[in-house]
């Protein structure tokens, strides 16, 4: 079956650590964004790319890094730069633009 | 960029009644708007999308419309079930975006039995 698999799905972090969450998806979709949930807040955007080895700061990006070296993978490394992690960890892809995006079932990253 | 604005953050309806849920955007280049539906502990799923082209769209029991001059668009689901309860979230993209999806800060829909 296609679709987009975030893992893992909960997440323990000790301060000053950097974890990284996983991102993939099999359905041949060139645009991979990341966006951080917060109750109250929506989605907000930190990171997003639109091709291979390409990627764009959103606009939460502080505290947050990625890669693009494959179109199947998109990772997000939490550094210890980010002062409030805590949050539920959303993974998304697209076919093109302005075409339905396809969510993971998301990762939720404690700090303890 | 685009900012979006979704009303209310919470609503209450009883079984059968209907919810609307309504939404305003900012850039005028938006074409593209979706509705999602998120329940607990999920990611977010695409329940209708609509375009600028069309006014009005319909799928069984919800329905999305959109005026571009207001800039405004929103979710219609009638004969509510219990089911139906989760967080809802519409978007807008389009040109002036990078057609990057930006996302209302979402509606908790409680359907009450």
């Known amino acids: 079956d296609g679709g987009i698999t975030q893992s893992p799905k909960y997440l323990f972090r000790k301060e000053g650590q950097n974890v990284t969450l996983s991102c993939e998806q099999n359905?041949?979709?060139?645009?991979m964004y990341w966006y951080r949930q917060d109750p109250g807040q929506g989605l907000r955007l930190i990171y997003y790319?639109?091709?291979?080895?390409?990627?764009q700061k959103g606009d939460i990006a502080e505290g947050y890094s990625v890669s693009r070296e494959k179109k199947e993978s998109f990772p997000l490394t939490v550094t210890s730069a980010q002062k409030n992690p805590t949050a539920f960890y959303l993974c998304?892809?697209?076919?093109?633009?302005?075409?339905?995006?396809?969510f993971g079932q998301g990762t939720r990253l404690t700090v303890v | 960029g685009e900012n979006v604005e979704q009303h209310p953050s919470t609503l209450s309806v009883q079984e059968g009644d209907s919810a609307v849920i309504k939404c305003t955007y900012s850039?005028?280049?938006?074409?593209?708007f979706p509705w999602y539906k998120q329940e607990l502990g999920k990611g977010p799923q695409l329940i209708i999308d609509?375009?600028?082209?069309?006014g009005e769209k319909k799928d069984q029991r919800i329905a999305v419309t959109l005026n571009k001059t207001a800039k405004h668009f929103s979710l219609h689901i009638t004969e509510t079930q219990p089911e139906d309860s989760a967080v809802y979230f519409c978007?807008?993209?389009?040109?002036?975006?990078?057609?990057?999806?930006?996302f209302g800060r979402g509606t908790s829909l409680i359907v009450h039995p």
């Open positions: 998304a892809s697209s076919s093109n633009r302005n075409t339905e995006a396809f």
């Open positions: 359905l041949n979709h060139d645009a």
């Open positions: 790319s639109q091709i291979v080895n390409d990627f």
């Open positions: 850039d005028s280049a938006s074409n593209y």
């Open positions: 609509i375009r600028s082209n069309v």
């Open positions: 978007a807008a993209s389009g040109p002036g975006g990078s057609y990057i999806p930006t």
